[in-house]
Structure formats: structure tokens, C-alpha cells
């Protein structure tokens, strides 16, 4: 079905306000939702009814204005002219047209006249009004009409009486007390009807009552001939522009179809042009069951067609669906009386936006807390030369214009990347292209003129680029990321991207964009890099760090190590993709994430912009990466999953996140957690081994100061060991720790027989000793404080005690990995796994370590007298994990070299970590063999990240799977007892390197 452009774009995208009621209009009132006028010179949509008709705009006569249609052609009294109005089911339209009869033509009756085909059933033909017109006025013909049935065809046209007259009509009107772009949609299928779905291509459509989410029938596609070819249904009229709905459809895969992806997506055209929308990312869907594809879509550009539709990733397999609900979510104003972020800050404040945020309550929080913004998608290359040569920059245009229009700066994102740039970039016909002189030549001409187009067009309106982004990958020797830009050019692309860059427009910021730069090895690597580009004279001006972080990681102080040493550069610095993850892992998942969360999200924003408050002089914008909850990556990102990680929630209202940047004062208060493993310590105010199984709890820096600590417990009481960053020393420079109603006060240079003080580089430390009743698994309410002359930091929540920390060591050797224990095993001591996570009894080991230069060797040799590897998952095999953390980082997550390194009985290996594990895949060899009564594994786990070191600690930990049959009935480990350790290294043991 086509509509006329001037109706879409006025009224079902709401434009003219002239055309449309607001939405603030009284209730009463009635919604115009169609008005043609014929004035724009088209007919609007309007087309002939019967052979031989034709329809045209006449400028000789009209009810009001300058035009009107006029029909001719006709020899029949039904022939006429018609449109496809997406009338709704079940809701009562006003219809109101003017009628004249053509000069000398005889008075005759016009009718307006509705034909639709209820599904199943015949045509029907339903009259809306009629009335006499003749050739001397304008006659008004006004009626109203509702249908109850799901139909097709549905029609709405004009016939005459006599069957030869040509006649005018205007000021065709449409109206109804309902609003369709607010009244949604449903489909159920419980008619027996498709409900109005129709297939995009060969796919046959049934209503099926085989299988059903809800009620008795669903509808099955099957004879489908591609990934995109299966259900789809128009929504032209349902939805408009600027407003936000949510889709839930419920999908399951067809008869014998063991496994598949769906999909839910938008196509979008205007005249003639398609485009597509992704609402939900094809999804794995587990055979036999039904799954929810859900998400959310906020028109943003002018249609003549629109459609849902739901595909497979790959693939032309049968699938099903049901209780599809397409649901308007009314706007809520945004907080006006709130403080203006832009208003807080000394630096620029952005936001990463698409077309759709420009756009109602979306573009009003955008200008009042905002003075930048970053397109996130709109300038990449697969978005502005999809083609060689064939540029469209229809979003980017849109969104520069929108930004100019508002006073806002602007970053442009990105020109030159491994990702979302087209395969043809790389190519040379069908073949790659290669590490050649001439296929080098071409790349870098393909960069060149693709900078120089891009950058052109907006000299002198984009002020900032990231000029090559993500190009650093510090587990490389050299620290560079393999990609087709590196593998074929070296480094010579990034060289080139930033001179052409700077030969087009001399006045922008050229920027080096990158992920991870708070992390010790990341950082390293971009900034040899810069510093190498910039000792060759690449202008490159900025470095950009993305700061996609969680609530716990990275600590803030790392952030601020990395602005203080780019600082050394020279070079400006943005932040340039903030948010913050409510999970600490990529597994996890919320169905509602708690109000202690969020608050603890508040707080990490708040110690996040005192690291940016601090740096302001080294800094000059910081974006984030997304305007509200509502439109965020990371609800697809690593898994699709509920993760609000902006400042203001998915109706856009200010969370604690948002205070915790505009004013902390208003923050919730937040109890916190921590362990406080079991241990005897001595209190000397030295840091004794002990302390170093573990890292200290931050505390965040204010001002100068900044403090982390640690606890243990034992009969003797509690233990704590605080360190204290505080350069300058003063009378009031103390740790005050209240602990069961009392507050304990330790002065920076006193001791007593309970606690003791050191100096240390940068401050100073205090270890203590306090009364407690400790046993393992209780709760002790817990509060530090640091004070100086200047204020404090502090730390309340409370303690969790838990059972000792698990150390074994490894001595230095080099055995043969084959399953077989060489003699360097005998020196190597012996651990044994008795933490049960899963069940009391089954298959245990017993463990040994050793280390060299490069690699930490592990051997286990399993006592399970029944084997099994007949489940298709790894982890429901007999299996050993050996879960390494070259770091001893205890971090709730994986850093991305910490590694989970599985080997079966028969030898077979899988390894996880994060992304997949892509920087730890490599790492492991291994060997195993059955013996009597079980079986061994024997590994060989890469160190790349560290140098070993006798008294290196690394964090360690054994599992071993027990299978029965298909199933896994027990599981064991050595230390840690979450049954977690797949997510999280917190609780995994110690293993020391010695001589």
C-alpha cells in the first residue's frame, strides 16, 4: 500500500502542526488524521478506479485554495477515484469531501464508498455519504463509518450515478476521537485470520492451531527462500514520528528445526527508497520453546511505507508467531526544574545521538543539558560510502543542520575503522586485499579521497573528528590491532588518515580514539603510540578515551593515572563514549535492576566526574554514550539484556546517575559490601603477605586525598589494613573505623598496642586490630573514614566474613605436556579440590603447579571411574577448568587476560573469557589421558600480560565436572565457593611463584 508523501509526512508523522491536533489537545476533541488538499500540485495518493480513469490535480477550480481533483475517463458508476486509508478496526471515522460537477455536466449523486474483503469472506461495499452536487457550488458529502472484522483491500473512493460524469473533489477530511498513532496494534491469530500479515517474499503464511503462546492458533511461515523473507505487516498510520513505541512478538522455530536466530525489524521507504531498522538483533531461539522478541523504535524520518517485520540471521527455516503487540509509550515531559548538566561542568558535556533524539522530549533534554553531540552511527563509512564513490550523508546533513540550528558543537565519529566499514574497502573485485605495494597504494587512495569527501563536506561545522578509532590491541607485540587498515598498510593508514584530515580542514581537532585506555596495559600501548605519530609529525591533536566501564571497574583512580600521563603528550583529551554497566560481567542479567544499584551507579558517577573536575584543565569534553536508557547499545551488548547504564532512565527523568553528576548532595545513601576473608595477622603496620591476596577496596580521591583498605577476621577480632594517599602531613590526619556502635581513632603518626602506623610513599598506612564477635558467614556493619585538613573520604557498608583465602605455590619448571607427570612434577606441591559447588560426592583431583619464563604449568590427575562426554556443552562433561588471573586482580568479572581453560578427559578444550575470549583463546595447550579409575590433564597456560617473577602471585583456581550421561551431577573446586567462578574472579584462590 502507498500513501501520498504529504500525508504521511503531515499527519502520520505529525509535522504541520496546522494538520494534526497536538497531543496536548483536549480529550474531546476530534484527531484529524487525514486531510487532502491537493494544494502541494499531487493527488496526494488519490489514483484511478476502473480502465480508462484518470485522476489529476485541476488549478482551475477549488473548494478553498488553488487546487483541487478532478476525475475523467470514467464509463461506469463505480469508477472513480480512490486511496488505501489504514483505517483502523473497530474505531468510527468521521469522513467530510467537497463535490462540483465539471462545467455542462448534469446534477448527479457522488458517493463516498468504503470496499474491503473481511479475511475469509467476500468484498463488501459500504457506503460512507452521499449527496446531489451539481456544477454550480461545492457540495459538502459527510458521513462516518466503522468495521469490526479484520479486512484487506481496504479502500476508500468516490463513484457517480451518472457513469460517464467527471467531477471534483476537495478538502477531503478524515477525523476520529481516536489517535492511530496512539491506539496500537495486537495480533493474536485467534480468528483464524493472518490477522493482516502478509509475507515479503515466497513464504506461506498459515494460521496454524499446531502450536500457540497464547490461545489456540499462531501463525507459521514456512517455503520461506531467504533470511528476510517471512511475516511482515504494515504499520503505515499506526506509528508516528518523533514517538516512541514498544514491539513484543513471541517466536518459535518451526517443525524439525533444531536451531535458529530471529529477528523483529522495521523497513522503512520514501519514495521508492528502502530502508531498514533494527528493532531486535536476530536472537538464538531455543528449539520447542517460545521466546519474546522485545524492543523499542521511534520513527525519525518521513515515510510513504512502513512495515515490521520479523527474519532470520541466516538461514530459510519454518518459524512461527504470536501475540504480537505494538504499544504506544506515551512521552513524559522531561525535568525542566532540575539543574542543566551543561550548567555544572567547565568542560563540554555531549551525547552520542541518532536522528530520533533530536526529536521531542528526546531533543528537549538534548539542548538543555547538552552543548555537543557525536553522531553514533550516522558518519561511519558504511553509512556514508556504502558504495566506491556513492556518498549519502542524508543523516549526517540532518544532523550537523540540527546542531548548527541549536547552537551545539559537534564530533564527527569516525572515518577511518575495523568495524562497520564495507567489505568492498578491503577488497579488489573478489579477492582481498593483501600486504602489496600496489593493493597498499589502493587502500590508502580508497582512505584518502573517503577522508577528503567526508571531512569537505563539513569543514568549518564538524569542530572535532576521531580520525581512527580502536586501532590499538595491547596483547599484540607491537601493541596494534590486526586489521585489514594494519595487515595491509602498517601504520601508514592512520598516518594518512590524520594528514589528509588536516589538509582539509586545518581548524578541526583530530582525535585518537580508543576503549580500555584506563587499563595499565591499554594505556601503555596508546600512548607509545601517539607519542611515536607525534614524534613523526601526525597532527594528531586529542586522544579520545571511550570509558565504557561498570559499577566497579575500572577504579577511578586508574582513570585518573591515564589523563595525568597523556597529559605529559601535549595533547588534548575527550572523553569521548561514557556509561556505566550495572553488571560486572557479560553473563549476568536483571529482570529489574535494584534501587541499591542504581544508587551505586550514582556513586561511580560521582567519583568518575571528580577524576574529570580535577583534570579540567587537561580536558576538554567529555560524551556520553547515549541520551537515556532507552536508546543504549548496551541493551544488545555483549548479550541482550535489561542495562540502563546512561544518566537519565527510559523516560527520560533524571536517575542517580545524573545526580551523582550535578549534585551528589542528593544521592541515596548506599550501603556497601565487601568480603573480609578469615586470617591472623601481625600488627606491626607493615603489609605483610597476607595483604596482598587481595587488592584494597578503593576509596575514592577527593581533593588530595584517597584511601583503600582491606579486612580480615579471626578469634582475635577484626583486622583491618588501611592505606592512605595524603602527601601533606598534619596534626588532623587520622583513620577513624566504627565498628559495632564505637568509633576506633588512629592518629597518622601515632600506634598503640591495638594499631600501628607506617609511612609510605605518598601517605601512610595503618593496621589495626579491633574487638568483634567473628564467625564465619556474618554481617559486621563497617565504616572507615581518612580525614586531613581538608575534608575526608570514607567508606560504609558492611563486611561479609568468609572463609581464608587459599594459597598454594609453584616452583620454577618446565615439563613435557603429554598427559604424563615428568620428574619436574615432584617438586611442585600438592592441592586438593573439597569445595563442593554441585552436590557432596563425585569426581575430585588433585593438583600441581609449576611456572617458567612464559607459562604456568598445571597437572591434575582426576579420580571418576564412569566418563562421560555425551552432552553437546562442555561444562556438562568430565572435564578439569583451570581458571587463571595473571593479575591476582579479584575482580567481579574478567579482565580480558584472565582465562577459563576447560580440557575433557579425551582432550578436548574450550576456553572463555571476555568477547569470546579473544585475547586468551591461544593460550592454552594441553594433553590428557585415561587411566585407571579416571584420568589426566595435563597444561600448558601462556603468560603474555606479565613477566613471571618468583614471588609473583597469580589468582587460581581448579573446578572439575562430573558427567552423568548427558547431565553434569557435581562439580568441585579448590577454592572457590560462588559457583561463579565462570563469571567472576573474586573468589578464586592465590597461587605464588617461588624458586
Known amino acids: 500500500m502507498r500513501l501520498p508523501r504529504s500525508w504521511v509526512a503531515a499527519v502520520l508523522l505529525c509535522l504541520p502542526l496546522s494538520v494534526l491536533s497536538p497531543l496536548a489537545a ?24 476502473g480502465s480508462g480513469v484518470a485522476v489529476r490535480v485541476a488549478p482551475d477550480t477549488a473548494h478553498s485554495g488553488s487546487g483541487s481533483l478532478l476525475t475523467t475517463g470514467r464509463t461506469a458508476t463505480w469508477h ?163 514517538s516512541k513505541y514498544t514491539l513484543s512478538l513471541w517466536v518459535r522455530l518451526g517443525p524439525d528445526t533444531a536451531s535458529g536466530e530471529l529477528g523483529l525489524s522495521v523497513e522503512r521507504r ?85 536522528r530520533a533524539q533530536t526529536l521531542g522530549e528526546h531533543g528537549r533534554l ?76 589502493l587502500l590508502l587512495k580508497r582512505l584518502e579521497n573517503h577522508v577528503r569527501a567526508v571531512v569537505g563536506r563539513y569543514k568549518g561545522r564538524i569542530q572535532t573528528w576521531d580520525v581512527v578509532n580502536e586501532v590499538v590491541d595491547e596483547n599484540q607485540p607491537d601493541g596494534m590491532r590486526r586489521s585489514p587498515w594494519f595487515l595491509v598498510t602498517g601504520y601508514d593508514f592512520i598516518r594518512t588518515a590524520f594528514r589528509v584530515a588536516h589538509e582539509v580542514d586545518p581548524a578541526a581537532k583530530l582525535v585518537l580514539n580508543d576503549y580500555n585506555t584506563e587499563l595499565p596495559r591499554k594505556r601503555q600501548a596508546v600512548y607509545n603510540l601517539v607519542k611515536k605519530l607525534r614524534g613523526e609529525g601526525v597532527p594528531v591533536n586529542a586522544v579520545g578515551h571511550q570509558l565504557h566501564v561498570n559499577i566497579e571497574q575500572a577504579p577511578a583512580s586508574e582513570i585518573e593515572k591515564t589523563i595525568e600521563l597523556f597529559a605529559g603528550l601535549g595533547v588534548d583529551q575527550q572523553v569521548t563514549e561514557l556509561d556505566v554497566s550495572v553488571y560486572t560481567d557479560f553473563v549476568s542479567s536483571y529482570t529489574a535492576v535494584p534501587a541499591e544499584v ?47 547504564p546512561l544518566l537519565f532512565d527510559d523516560e527520560l527523568q533524571a536517575k542517580p546517575a545524573y545526580w551523582g553528576v550535578a549534585d551528589p548532595s542528593r544521592l541515596p545513601p548506599l550501603t556497601r559490601r565487601l568480603d573480609a576473608p578469615k586470617a591472623t595477622v601481625k600488627v606491626d603496620g607493615e603489609r605483610e603477605r597476607q595483604w596482598d591476596l587481595l587488592p584494597d577496596a578503593p576509596i575514592a580521591r577527593v581533593g588530595d586525598l584517597a584511601a583503600g583498605f582491606q579486612a580480615r577476621w579471626s578469634t582475635a577480632g577484626l583486622a583491618v589494613l588501611a592505606e592512605v594517599r595524603d602527601p601533606t602531613c598534619d596534626k588532623a590526619d587520622t583513620v577513624t573505623v566504627r565498628l559495632g556502635g ?103 583431583a588433585t593438583v600441581r603447579a609449576l611456572w617458567d619464563s612464559g607459562h604456568l604449568y598445571v597437572l591434575a590427575r582426576v579420580t571418576d571411574p564412569a566418563l562421560s562426554e555425551a552432552s553437546p556443552n562442555p561444562w556438562e562433561q568430565d572435564s578439569v577448568e583451570i581458571f587463571v588471573d595473571p593479575g591476582n586482580g579479584k575482580t567481579k568479572g574478567y579482565d580480558d587476560d584472565d582465562g577459563q581453560y576447560r580440557v575433557s578427559f579425551s582432550g578436548k578444550r574450550t576456553v572463555g573469557g571476555t568477547f569470546d575470549a579473544f585475547a586468551v583463546k591461544d593460550n592454552l595447550t594441553s594433553a590428557a589421558k585415561v587411566v585407571p579409575g579416571g584420568y589426566v590433564v595435563e597444561a600448558s597456560i601462556k603468560l603474555p600480560t606479565i613477566t613471571p617473577a618468583k614471588g609473583g602471585l597469580l589468582g587460581f583456581d581448579i573446578q572439575v565436572n562430573d558427567a552423568t550421561a548427558a547431565a553434569r551431577t557435581a562439580a568441585v573446586t579448590w577454592n572457590d565457593s560462588s559457583g561463579q567462578s565462570y563469571l567472576s574472579t573474586a573468589g578464586w584462590g592465590v597461587l605464588e611463584l617461588t624458586g
Do not use: C
Open 366 to 441: 538534548l539542548t538543555k543539558h547538552f552543548d555537543s553531540v557525536t553522531p553514533g552511527n550516522a558518519l561511519k563509512w558504511d553509512a556514508t560510502e556504502p558504495r566506491e564513490g556513492e556518498f549519502t550523508f542524508g543523516d549526517g546533513d540532518y544532523l550537523v543542520d540540527y546542531a548548527t540550528e541549536h547552537g551545539l558543537k559537534f564530533r564527527g565519529h569516525t572515518l577511518a575503522w575495523h568495524s562497520q566499514t564495507p567489505d568492498w574497502v578491503f577488497k579488489d573485485g573478489d579477492r582481498d586485499l593483501t600486504a602489496t605495494p600496489a593493493d597498499k597504494a
Open 270 to 354: 520514501l519514495a521508492g527508497t528502502a530502508s531498514y531498522d533494527r528493532v531486535v538483533a536476530p536472537t538464538a531461539i531455543t528449539a520447542g520453546q517460545w521466546v519474546e522478541l522485545k524492543g523499542s523504535y521511534t520513527p525519525a524520518y518521513d515515510v510513504d511505507f512502513l512495515s515490521v517485520y520479523v527474519e532470520s540471521g541466516s538461514g530459510a527455516f519454518p518459524f512461527s508467531i504470536d501475540d504480537f503487540t505494538l504499544a504506544y509509550v506515551p512521552p513524559k515531559p522531561i525535568e525542566t526544574g532540575i539543574p542543566s548538566l551543561k550548567d555544572k561542568l567547565s568542560f563540554d558535556v555531549g551525547a552520542a545521538v541518532a
Open 742 to 844: 564505637t568509633a576506633y581513632v588512629m592518629k597518622r603518626d601515632g600506634r598503640a598496642r591495638w594499631f600501628d602506623t607506617r609511612a609510605a610513599k605518598g601517605g601512610y598506612r595503618v593496621e589495626a586490630l579491633l574487638p568483634a564477635e567473628a564467625a564465619l558467614g556474618g554481617k559486621v556493619p563497617f565504616e572507615l573514614v581518612a580525614h586531613d585538613a581538608k575534608g575526608e573520604v570514607s567508606w560504609k557498608g558492611e563486611l561479609t566474613l568468609t572463609a581464608a583465602v587459599r594459597q598454594t605455590t609453584a616452583p620454577r619448571g618446565t615439563p613435557v605436556v603429554d598427559g604424563v607427570a615428568d620428574a619436574a612434577w615432584a617438586r611442585a606441591p600438592e592441592i586438593r579440590t573439597a569445595t563442593w559447588i554441585q552436590g557432596t560426592t563425585g569426581a575430585t
Open 26 to 49: 483536549q480529550a474531546e476533541q476530534a484527531v484529524q488524521i487525514a486531510k487532502y488538499d491537493f494544494e502541494d500540485g499531487t493527488t496526494q495518493g488519490w489514483g484511478p478506479r
Open 598 to 644: 542504581l544508587a551505586q551507579q550514582g556513586y561511580r558517577y560521582k567519583e568518575i566526574f571528580d577524576v574529570f573536575r580535577r583534570q579540567a584543565s587537561h580536558l576538554s569534553s567529555v560524551t556520553v554514550w547515549g541520551l537515556g536508557d532507552d536508546g543504549t547499545w548496551l541493551s544488545s551488548f555483549p548479550i541482550t539484556r535489561l542495562n540502563p
Open 80 to 242: 472513480g477515484a480512490t486511496i488505501s486509508p489504514p483505517l483502523e478496526k473497530g474505531v468510527t471515522y468521521a469522513v467530510t469531501a467537497y463535490a462540483r460537477l465539471a462545467a455542462g455536466q448534469p446534477s448527479s449523486t457522488i458517493a463516498l464508498t468504503a470496499q474491503r474483503t473481511p479475511a475469509g469472506g467476500t468484498t463488501t461495499y459500504e457506503r460512507v455519504g452521499a449527496a446531489t452536487v451539481t456544477d454550480a457550488a461545492w457540495t459538502e458529502i459527510a458521513g462516518t463509518y466503522t468495521y469490526t472484522e479484520d479486512s484487506t483491500e481496504l479502500q476508500l473512493y468516490a463513484e457517480s450515478s451518472d457513469a460517464t460524469g467527471e467531477y471534483y473533489l476537495d478538502d477531503i477530511t478524515i477525523t476520529t476521537d481516536t489517535d492511530p498513532g496512539q491506539s496500537g496494534v495486537t495480533s493474536d491469530f485467534e480468528s483464524g485470520t493472518a490477522q493482516g500479515w502478509t509475507s515479503r517474499g515466497s513464504a506461506t503464511l498459515t494460521v496454524s492451531t499446531a502450536e500457540a503462546h497464547g490461545g489456540a492458533a499462531s501463525l507459521l511461515a514456512t517455503g520461506r527462500s531467504a533470511s528476510w523473507d517471512g511475516p511482515s505487516l504494515n504499520v503505515l498510520g499506526k506509528m508516528t514520528k518523533g
